[in-house]
């Protein structure tokens, strides 16, 4: 098992994740369809739809599934689209989500295929950036923490397929 260092505690993911849930909430209409992208993003994604259902919003929630990692932590540099929305989103108020952003080409990647199918209004959150890591442009409308150029895993986010199962967020060394 590799070396962790934590980086971000339960209770302060549990707080950022409401926060989150009350800037949403003042923001994206309450009928939202919240698309998360699987596999990193299901801890956070569970834990924010009952955030926004206890701000009042009502969200559907609908599930993308891409991949751009290897087994290590280096990425393959291409994304590739493994499981597709099953519903219409066209005509839809949508909020994609993902675990963690850094290069921008997932997020990017998604945000461009549901585009394409009319959303009416499409807005993005990601748990954590990295925005040291981007080699594509994009905007992310919600942000739960912002960190520096290492790897992470914990809270849905893996590190080779481990560690999703940890509630806090950690480095790894």
Known sequence: MAPLAKLFGEEEIN???KQLAGEIAGTVPGDVMVVGLLKGC????S?????LDRVGA??????MRLSSYSLEKTRSGQ???IGDVPTDVSGRHVLLVDDIVDTGRSIAYARALLEQRDVANLWTCALVDKPSRRE????????????????IAGYGIDYAERYRSLPYIAAIK
């Open 136 to 151: 594509v442009e994009v905007t992310l409308d919600f942000i739960g923490f912002t960190i520096d150029d290492v790897f």
């Open 58 to 63: 009502s969200p559907e929630v609908e599930f």
């Open 79 to 81: 994304v590739h689209l």
């Open 47 to 51: 834990d924010m739809i009952r955030a």
């Open 15 to 17: 707080e950022r994740v």
């Open 42 to 45: 299901f801890v956070f994604l």
